[in-house]
């Protein structure tokens, strides 16, 4: 079975397509059952970077749609040799979209947006501008007017950009805006699956890499319909959790499950030596703190089995530890 790592990379045949130039900008574009919105869109990034004037491509990455989403894509890659289709077999989601699609980058400067036509490409000259000149590794879109556009968003979204903000220190108003302006660099040292793609920020920021945000306009969806319902908040705040301690513990698991086991092993030490002196120098009988016991035993078991399980995650961690460092290699882009 194809999996999302070599999933169908189908593009028409070189032959019958015109050498390009090795791009400077790079646009990941994944999509999901947005057939009516991607011709509009081309047609604006093609614009907007040929306004640029350097030497770009358009990277569409189709996850498993059932629409005739790949099937427009392919039609812009026939007529424009710019543009470039991966297609997955069936639906992975959209970490594994923009995996799929960074793999894919040959530009300097990689640019994300959304499939949907709510992120604005008129945007990119301007964020593009500020990335170079003040030397920030990742400039991520702020949604101006999702207020209007998106009201039943804005109060979940404050919520939870507020709880990105405490645990990782990284202050953004839209940390999941799928407009990014990034170095290659910072897209390529990712490792996303699940719904981690709404965390890039904060993957970019632990890796210290320099990331900001910049305001930018944000517009009606005119096709299609959200592909998020309810249940996001619950799961992204699971999900919050797990990169929270993916990104501080992965490397040190036992500094985490070893200092929640202390806890309760320095009570359940401390409950059996007050039982045991209880015994020895005041008279007392094992018989009348039976509940002490009891209660001291759990704890030292928890305790215990916490920090075993820390000790098997350092295990674990040696045995597939990856390169986490990022040496910075930055010139002018």
């Known amino acids: 079975m194809t999996t999302a790592a070599d999933a169908s990379h189908l593009v028409p045949d070189a032959g019958t397509r015109a050498p390009d130039p090795r791009p400077v900008l790079s646009v990941v574009v994944p999509a999901y059952n947005e057939e009516d919105s991607l011709a509009p869109l081309h047609a604006e990034v093609s614009e907007v970077l040929d306004g640029i004037g350097e030497p770009w491509e358009l990277i569409f990455v189709d996850d498993g749609s059932s629409d005739a989403t790949v099937d427009r894509m ?25 995996m ?5 980058v040959r530009g300097r400067i990689v640019v994300t947006l959304d499939a949907d036509l709510q992120d604005d490409p008129n945007e990119i000259p301007r964020v593009l501008g500020r990335l170079r000149g003040e030397g920030w590794d990742m400039i991520v879109g702020w949604k101006q ?8 968003k804005a109060l979940p979204s404050k919520v939870f950009n507020g709880l990105i903000a405490f645990m990782f220190g990284l202050r953004l108003h839209d940390s999941n805006c799928g407009f990014r302006v990034m170095r290659a ?38 096709f299609g319909r959200s592909k998020y319902g309810p249940k996001r908040f619950w799961t992204g705040l699971l999900d919050l959790i797990t ?34 002196l209880s015994k020895l120098f005041l ?8 509940g002490a016991i009891i209660i001291g035993v759990l704890l030292l ?24 460092f990022v040496v910075d290699t930055r010139r002018e882009v």
Do not use: C
């Open 100 to 104: 799929a699609g960074f793999a894919e």
């Open 283 to 290: 008279g007392g009988t094992f018989q009348g703190h039976v």
């Open 301 to 324: 078991i928890m305790g215990f089995q916490s920090v075993i399980t820390g000790l098997i995650g350092e295990m674990l961690s040696a045995q597939q530890r990856a390169r986490r």
């Open 185 to 222: 660099e910072v897209a390529q040292s990712l490792d996303l699956y699940g719904d981690q793609y709404r965390f890039i920020p904060e993957f970019a920021h632990v890796k210290g890499y320099r990331v900001t945000e910049e305001g930018v306009n944000h517009r009606k969806r005119k």
């Open 145 to 152: 007017g999702r207020t209007g556009n998106e009201p039943h």
């Open 243 to 276: 990169v929270r301690f993916i990104t501080a513990f992965a490397d040190r698991p036992l500094h985490f499950f070893g200092t929640f086991g202390l806890i309760p092993f320095v009570l359940g030490g401390l409950l059996e030596t007050y039982v045991l």
């Open 74 to 98: 392919f039609a812009l890659a026939d007529a424009d040799p710019r543009v470039k289709v991966v297609k997955f077999v069936r639906n992975f989601g959209k970490s594994a979209a923009y």
